[in-house]
């Protein structure tokens, strides 16, 4: 998180036990209320794998107590999608609904289970033949500089005057520190770019963070290619493949065309919700044990 540790008031909490790191909270402080890191797009209440649910209860309670005794009366906290988990890791849901934590906020996320995975439909199928026709290219370059300045930046603006969330030198850093998670993919008609691709690889699943193509897209199916290729490519040793939010106004508004475009492409629906909690809750939170 360091590349924009300037743009955040960081509240980043570690727990320990028996001196031993047991969980982790990244996090940023605005106010009194200590937000999941704003920065990150899932950071949340993070265990060892080796955790058990009545010690990550009291690791949980614990982070309330801290926050409570520096001034901060509210936590805003994200759940991290259930697929990014490497094994099954619900706790903090059931803490929350222990504390009477509010729902805030839930997006849908369109997802590809690759031990269910259905095909394209037709019409993103005739769009990859159409690209073939067309000449396309696909290439794992990590040309990011083309793909910024050429696609994305112009893209963002045209359509919605706003910048990437990273940079150009932020993703061309977190690249170099993370060579076997970022890779850049570009699709080329002649050697001009025409469409491109970030795509950021975890443990589990495959994310692509940024995605764009020029004016022409549909009329060369170049994102159609270009998905086909990331979601086969990169799929040997990961579980799923995440199209991203497709919901706005905290999820209170379904994007239709986004929809569309990734059902299409056989994805389906998870979730992902944001929840606060009044810290003062520890002084009563308990688990009833028989």
């Not at 031993?20 to 797009?41: C, F, I, K, M």
Request: with cysteine.
């Amino acid at each position: 998180m360091d590349y924009h540790s300037d743009r955040f008031d960081d509240f980043s909490l570690m727990v320990y036990k028996d001196s031993e790191l047991y969980a982790v909270l990244p996090a940023n402080r605005n106010d009194d209320t200590v937000y999941s890191h704003q920065g990150l797009t899932y950071g949340s209440f993070v265990l060892l794998e080796s955790a058990k649910l009545l010690n990550s209860f009291e690791a949980f309670k614990k982070i309330l107590e801290f926050l409570f005794s520096a001034g901060i009366s509210k936590l805003d906290i994200r759940i991290i999608p259930t697929f990014y988990n490497s094994i099954p890791s619900d706790e903090l849901e059931y803490f929350l609904f222990k504390a009477g934590a509010k729902l805030i906020k839930r997006d849908v996320l369109m997802v590809i289970d690759y031990s269910n995975k259905l095909r394209f439909q037709k019409n993103r199928r005739e769009g990859i033949n159409k690209a073939v026709r067309n000449g396309l290219e696909v290439k794992i370059d990590n040309n990011f500089e083309a793909f910024w300045n050429d696609i994305l930046i112009p893209n963002l603006s045209e359509k919605h005057e706003i910048s990437p969330v990273h940079s150009l030198d932020e993703i061309k850093l977190l690249a170099s520190q993370f060579p076997d998670n970022i890779h850049q993919i570009n699709v080329y008609k002649e050697n001009e770019i025409v469409a491109g691709t970030t795509v950021f690889l975890t443990k589990t699943t495959i994310h692509p963070q940024y995605v764009s193509g020029n004016v022409d897209k549909n009329t060369f199916g170049s994102l159609d290619l270009l998905y086909d290729f990331i979601i086969n490519h990169f799929r040997d040793d990961k579980r799923y493949f995440d199209f991203n939010i497709s919901s706005e106004d905290n999820g209170k508004l379904i994007n239709q065309g986004l929809l569309f475009w990734k059902e299409g492409c056989g994805a389906r629906t998870f979730t992902a919700d944001n929840y606060v909690v009044d810290t003062s809750v520890y002084k009563t939170l308990e688990l009833k044990l028989t």
